[in-house]
């Protein structure tokens, strides 16, 4: 058998990484590459072995592998700037060969098409230890394990080399945990917990701070506070802790980042059938690759379609959600994408259950306390999408995004009133609760950009990883309630402790809720200031940042950014009127935000890193007698340890945080107006720990612990010093593990996982007059795969709070009456199966 062999590379070159590669089914190759470091490549089409030659020469490899390996294939060849694994990669497609990133950091390179000319064990797999890259638009990846992250730097720095706190969450860990919410699969992360709002949307509380803002693609989205968000076109979500310098609207708890499904360069098809208890059918499809032969045109398509009842009385849903995206590659310089996400949900309206006393009220948590006649609410969203990169060369890029995001929605309530007098509301004594009828109509108009420019160069014994950007954000909204605010309705009363005599309000009685003036609130006859607002934020930013690292050891991250603000809000009988009132409630910001990290590399497998970082953030709603607030201002200081165990599989960061925030805004309960705001100051200091990736081949895990202390620290308008921040536990984590028989990363076998979640008692509301008891919520899951043909058929069984255990998710921050009123039950025991092909 002969062997062809290449050269060593000569010591001229630039220093390189340790990289491996294993080869299964008949190949034998070493090889030492520059793992990170982009080259130019400019390989025509020829013969495989031929191309492999001149791949050797250009990367600076030494490959030896059998002669008729290569024998009759053909490669399309290589050009343009790219690391010395994705040129390899681009090498060897349509060649019948493929690499696979194995868990110990092995690359391996597999026959996927072709006949095996012999018996993979007759040929011994050689290994020689390096890095790999993970690779998030990899749908076949099952890593658990990351070693980058984009949103909190904006490049490709690793994370055991930066100064934050950052987790991802994977889309493998979404699909074992059947995570179909971005909400389920950010249990997952310390410190992060969410909170769903009856009156918008879903929000997140990270390190005690609640957050309205989610982060598409690198660009704020509006569904942060909009409806629920699907994560069947997700790749993965990054959580980065504490103020984002990098971006607008900063909240100093940390941010949400979403990463959708991008085109691929090669085939890939999807296709997912769920079902579960409480009637759940649930369809989810991917499909991606080229459109054209020379790969310039890419696609993808993903999305789902899902019909289920509730545990909770009354409640069925219907959500869909489409992503289509095309990439267009007019050069090996540059690429243009764009995708556009469509979401459709109707479904009613539910506000929980009460408290009674400090407690949730002891009855059926399938209980609700609504009607089962209230018109079903609808929201909907079209988002627009582009993503521009250009390469000058291979360390100099420029960046453009763009998002245009319009949403609407209608819901009907039939909750607990009068508004803002919750005594009034139950009587804890007799369990009667009166309700109003009530409707929301929101109308959103969201548009944001960026332009970004990075570049890498050394000055002496530095490197210097550099990013300038401009960004704008803008927004218009529309809001409108109408209803029977003004006075408890006797008509409309309800037991909770036998609520069925009350069930039943004729569609009439909604028609007329909406149609009587002088019931209605903020009509002239109530005295109110009227019933529909306008707001309009306008958002511009510069920022820059340096990443400098001295000695490869020594890791200085310095940058700031500087944002001018404008908001304004009108209110009105009608929305003409809001509209010409939006420069009663307005005022104009601006501000800086440094950002300073250090982190040293003490050991390979171990970091220590600081940081300190502040926030800016307008506030645009008024207080009581019309003035308007100053802007929110965080700062944290923080401090922690990186560590990479068994051979950088398992990544852990261990962090202390302290974090202040001025000017929040909270409502104001002594008035009859929702929009009217009184401001205070909230502390919030922990400590968090998150680990994530491999114990060996065959075990994977993700867990966190948080120990979380915030409060009030002075309140400028109420009596709520000292108190603890209101949904927030003291203690908090997360742990699930899984057990592949043959490896994660094999292709056919049995798995299996259990994790659980657990947090402390929470307070209710931030005059801390109820609690919510602590609990742990157990799941699991079992999944078989089997290769059929090219194909893997997978069949899944997940259970979610496998002991059954009753528990509450969280209270409302935005009930018309109060939290103690609007509390969330979790779900009971809920069985998913699934059927998955992927071909």
């Not at 309960?669 to 009217?676: G, I, N, R, V, W």
């Not at 409302?812 to 609007?822: C, E, K, Q, R, T």
């Amino acid at each position: 058998m002969s062997y062809p062999f290449r050269r060593q590379a000569s010591t001229a070159r630039p220093p390189f990484y340790a990289l491996s590669l294993t080869v299964a089914a008949a190949l034998n190759v070493s090889v030492v590459m520059a793992a990170e470091q982009i080259m130019a490549f400019d390989i025509p089409p020829q013969a495989l072995g031929s191309a492999l030659n001149a791949y050797a020469d250009i990367a600076g490899a030494q490959l030896s592998y059998p002669a008729e390996l290569t024998a009759g294939l053909a490669t399309n060849g290589v050009k343009g700037q790219y690391t010395v694994q994705q040129a390899l990669t681009k090498l060897l497609q349509g060649t019948g060969v493929t690499t696979r990133t194995t868990s110990n950091g092995t690359i391996t390179l597999e026959r996927s098409a072709v006949p095996e000319p012999q018996s993979s064990s007759t040929m011994p797999a050689v290994t020689v230890t390096g890095k790999a890259s993970y690779n998030f638009n990899d749908p076949y990846s099952k890593d658990y394990a990351t070693n980058s992250a984009f949103a909190s730097t904006k490049t490709d720095t690793p994370l055991i080399e930066t100064p934050i706190s950052i987790q991802v969450v994977p889309r493998a860990v979404m699909d074992d945990q059947k995570s179909t919410k971005v909400k389920e699969a950010l249990e997952n992360v310390s410190g992060v917990r969410a909170q769903p709002s009856l009156g918008s949307g879903l929000g997140f509380i990270v390190r005690g701070f609640r957050n309205g803002n989610v982060y598409r693609n690198g660009l704020l989205t509006s569904e942060g506070g909009f409806g629920d968000l699907d994560a069947a076109n997700l790749q993965n979500i990054e959580v980065i802790k504490g103020p984002s310098q990098l971006y607008g609207r900063a909240e100093p708890g940390g941010m949400i980042a979403l990463s959708t499904k991008k085109p691929l360069d090669y085939a890939y098809y999807s296709l997912e059938q769920q079902f579960g208890s409480y009637d759940l059918y649930r369809t989810q499809w991917d499909a991606g690759g080229p459109i054209t032969a020379d790969k310039s045109l890419l696609y993808r398509f993903s999305g789902a379609y899902q019909s289920n009842d509730s545990f909770r009385d009354f409640v069925s849903v219907e959500r869909m959600l489409f992503n289509p995206s095309i990439t267009w590659r007019p050069s090996d310089a540059t690429d243009i994408t764009l995708d556009v996400e469509g979401t459709d949900k109707t479904a009613p309206a539910d506000f929980g259950i009460p408290a009674i006393g400090n407690r949730p009220a002891n009855i059926p948590i399938s209980r609700n306390l609504g009607d089962p006649n209230t018109p079903l609410g609808s929201q909907s969203s079209v988002k627009i999408g582009t993503e521009i990169n250009h390469r000058f060369n291979k360390d100099w890029a420029i960046h453009n995004r763009f998002l245009a995001s319009f949403n609407d929605g209608t819901t009907t309530f039939v909750n607990p009133g009068p508004a803002f007098n919750a005594a009034a509301a139950l009587d804890q004594t007799t369990g009667i609760m009166q309700r109003n009828i009530f409707r929301q109509i929101s109308e959103q108009e969201h548009y944001a950009a960026n332009l970004d420019i990075t570049g890498k160069f050394g000055i002496g014994q530095t490197k210097h990883d550099v990013l300038f950007g401009f960004d704008f954000y803008r927004t218009f909204n529309k809001y409108g309630g109408d209803g029977r605010w003004k006075s408890a309705n006797p008509g409309l009363s309800i037991n909770i402790y036998d609520p069925y005599p009350s069930y039943g309000i004729a569609q009439s009685v909604f028609a007329n809720a909406f149609s009587i003036p002088g019931d209605t609130f903020g009509s002239a006859t109530n005295g109110g200031i009227g019933n529909r607002a306008v707001i309009y934020n306008g958002w511009y930013g510069a920022y820059f940042q340096d990443q400098i690292t001295f000695w490869d050891r020594l890791h200085i991250m310095g940058g700031g950014r500087y944002d001018w603000a404008e908001a304004g809000r009108g209110n009105g009988f009608d929305f003409a009127t809001a509209e010409s009132r939006i420069n009663a409630f307005k005022r104009e910001d601006q501000g800086f935000s440094p950002r300073v990290g250090i982190l040293y590399e003490a050991l390979d497998e171990l970091s220590l890193y600081g940081n300190w970082t502040t926030s800016f953030g307008a506030n645009n709603a008024p207080a009581a007698n019309g003035r308007t607030f100053d802007p929110q201002i965080g700062e944290q200081f923080e401090a922690g340890i990186k560590t990479q165990l068994f051979d950088q599989r398992l990544l852990a960061t261990l962090a202390y945080y302290h974090i202040e925030k001025d000017n929040i805004l909270v409502n104001d309960l002594s008035t009859p107006d929702p929009f009217d705001k009184i401001a205070n100051l909230q502390r919030s200091q922990g400590i968090e720990l998150d680990v994530t990736g491999y114990l060996s081949d065959n075990f994977s895990m993700i867990g966190s612990y948080a120990f979380t202390d915030a409060r009030v620290i002075k309140d400028y308008g109420g009596n709520t010093r000292g108190n603890r921040l209101n949904n927030v536990p003291e203690h908090s984590g997360s742990l699930w593990l899984k057990y592949d028989v043959n490896g994660y990363a094999a292709k056919d076998g049995f798995s299996a996982g259990i994790g659980g979640v657990a947090a402390s008692s929470r307070e209710g509301d931030n005059a801390n007059n109820f609690q919510m008891p602590g609990y742990v919520r157990m799941d699991a899951f079992v999944a078989y795969k089997q290769k059929v043909g090219q194909s893997r058929l997978t069949a899944q069984f997940n259970i979610r709070n496998l002991l059954d255990k009753r528990y509450y998710e969280s209270t409302d921050p935005d009930s018309n009456v109060a939290p103690a009123l609007g509390i969330y039950p979790g779900a009971p025991l809920t069985a998913i199966g699934s059927l998955r092909l992927e071909y």
